[in-house]
């Protein structure tokens, strides 16, 4: 039996979502050298792809790729299991699994576009009734998918997201007093009240706050003042590359993430790996992965948030969590074992009925 990966994240810009797909696929294809990928013609990763050795299908591009072509393709091969990992599959297939990574747009349709909340909110519930399995990235958003479609819990596994391939084995050079935030600028990622936070703390003069995020996106559309952005120690920067993005990591001091909901949070996975101390807002999702690793702060509290920075920045710093405990309890290989175990006890149980 092979199993077929819906590679369509390939085409899109690289966020948690793509990175879970990307990493998890690469364990998958170590495991299952005969894995199958499968993507439409407009990729942007091709080091990626041509790393899998994908397979570019049908003439359509996004959605409708998705939602036609792959399913006619895969009918056509003996109707074998689809594994999807970036929230989404095709509804017309009968062998889907597929990762669920959160439910925001289910909770708060508000972040996004009234498009992209609609087609969710239509194909996401219908997907986990149908499928075979589903996965997702965090017990708290299990508990969720249990509650809010009334799912049985033994069709959901935890698959965890993981260290990179690029930043397994980083170096720690001295730390720099740098506040580093990871994430696109959106209401959901929260940096307005970051950059309040930050102006009103000790920090403003001795520290740098970088916030790395999409610098096209309407700072008003983030909830964001753009009168806060003119102190000289606030750095927008854009997408960088991998090696710039590590280059940050290893650098800063403190990663902060104030996201007002998650269903993991990579970039604080990745700030304490790379030796950071932690800030993250009081959000059950960061309690369930971080406790006792990172200083909790309320994401609405601007003095809150003020004192969380300035308690991490007269930390000493020590690692609260080591990257071999890291690597044990997060990481792809474990995920990609779970991901291969589940399809193929479902297409057994399939076979002997």
Known sequence: MKIFVNARFLT?????VQRYGIECSRQIKKLRADTVFLAPKNILHHDIAEELNVHVIGVNTGHTWEQVD??????????????????????LYDNNYFTLHDLAFYHHPEWNSKTFSTWYNILVPRLVLKCRHIFTVSQTVKAEIIRDYKI?????????????????????????????????????????????????????????????????????????????????????????????LMNMYARAKILVSLSLYEGFGIPVLEGLYCGCKAVCSDIPVYRELYDGYATFCDPDDIKGISSAL????????????????????????NSALTIIEEITNCSQKELKQ
Not at 12 to 16: A, D, K, L, V
Not at 72 to 91: D, E, I, Q, V, Y
Not at 162 to 184: D, F, H, R
Not at 310 to 333: F, H, S
């Open 12 to 16: 899109q810009p690289i966020s948690g």
């Open 70 to 91: 792959l399913p006619f393709f895969l009918a056509r091969n003996g109707k074998p299991p689809l594994f999807s990992p970036a929230n989404t599959a095709p509804l």
């Open 152 to 244: 049985n819990p033994e069709k959901i596994s935890v698959t965890y997201n993981g260290i990179s391939s690029q930043m397994l084995g980083i170096k720690k050079p001295p730390k720099e007093k740098i506040i580093l935030a990871v994430g696109t600028f959106n209401k959901r990622k929260n940096h307005q009240n970051l950059l309040k936070g930050f102006l009103e703390s000790d920090l403003r003069n001795d520290y740098q706050l970088v916030i790395i995020g999409d610098k096209n996106k309407v700072f008003a559309e983030a909830g964001v003042d753009e009168s806060l952005l003119t102190n000289a120690n606030i750095k927008i920067y854009g997408t960088l590359s991998s090696d710039e």
């Open 310 to 333: 300035e308690k991490a920045a007269g930390t000493i710093l020590e690692e609260t969590i080591t990257r071999e405990e890291i690597l044990q309890k997060y990481n792809y290989k």
